[in-house]
């Protein structure tokens, strides 16, 4: 398996502002994604972060609301860009070691939106 | 209708008690089925995998796929307060880009 930390845990924001999360994994990994997780819901792939070149995002996602990028094999940063409290949500960094079969999940950033 | 679909509960059972959770999907090319177990405050943590259809057991959990009713379970025995949390299903197909998939989870509490 893989230790995936994710910085910040938790945040309070603003509407309007804009918050980086970091996602650092202990070892090189093929592929990184971002997660979101809305209270009493399941989770919801926001975008595959590919390293080197642009992210891939899902049908109701769009780059500049959440820009992602993978500098490495073992980072990722996920933006959340001008908030509302629509975007209040857990947002999780997964990772996959090999198959579908081995995909991680970091334990989350929690974000509110004021 | 969504692909994958799994009572979210909540389920509340004694401590000892045999747990079936269970998912239905309605995607037939879905070849790789995972389970996932989230404490409360915490990231979803990978439990057990299972490829096409049958059973495969470790420890007190067991995974069951049927394929041809479309259907997975996943059953604890002699169940633990310290399994109190929410259980998640995830499928994916064997070729492309194989995204997970994901049921609406089931939250579990298993009382002493």
């Known amino acids: 398996s893989a230790v995936i930390s994710q910085k910040p845990s938790r945040d309070i924001c603003q509407r309007g502002t804009s918050l980086t999360i970091q996602c650092q994994v202990d070892s090189q990994v093929t592929m990184m994604f971002w997660y979101r997780q809305q209270p009493g819901q399941s989770l919801t792939l926001i975008a595959t972060a590919n390293q080197g070149s642009e992210a891939t995002y899902e049908s109701g996602f769009v780059i500049d609301k959440f820009p992602i990028s993978r500098p490495n094999l073992t980072f990722s940063t996920l933006t959340v860009s001008n908030m509302s409290p629509e975007d209040s949500s857990i947002y999780l960094c997964?990772?996959?070691?090999?198959?579908?079969?081995?995909?991680?999940f970091g334990p989350g950033t929690r974000l509110l939106v004021l | 209708q969504k692909e994958v679909e799994q009572d979210p509960g909540p389920l509340s059972v004694p401590e000892g008690a045999i747990v079936s959770l269970n998912c239905t999907y309605s995607n037939s090319a879905f070849q790789y089925f995972m389970w996932y177990r989230q404490y409360s405050r915490k990231g979803p943590e990978l439990l057990m995998y299972t490829y096409s259809s049958g059973n495969k057991e470790d420890g007190r959990f067991t995974a069951q796929v049927d394929k041809s009713s479309k259907y997975i379970s996943l059953f604890i025995r002699d169940s633990q307060p310290s399994d109190s949390a929410t259980y998640l299903c995830a499928m994916t197909l064997i070729q492309g880009a194989q995204k997970l998939v994901f049921g609406q989870g089931t939250r579990l509490t298993i009382n002493p």
């Open positions: 997964s990772v996959r070691m090999a198959g579908p079969e081995t995909q991680y």
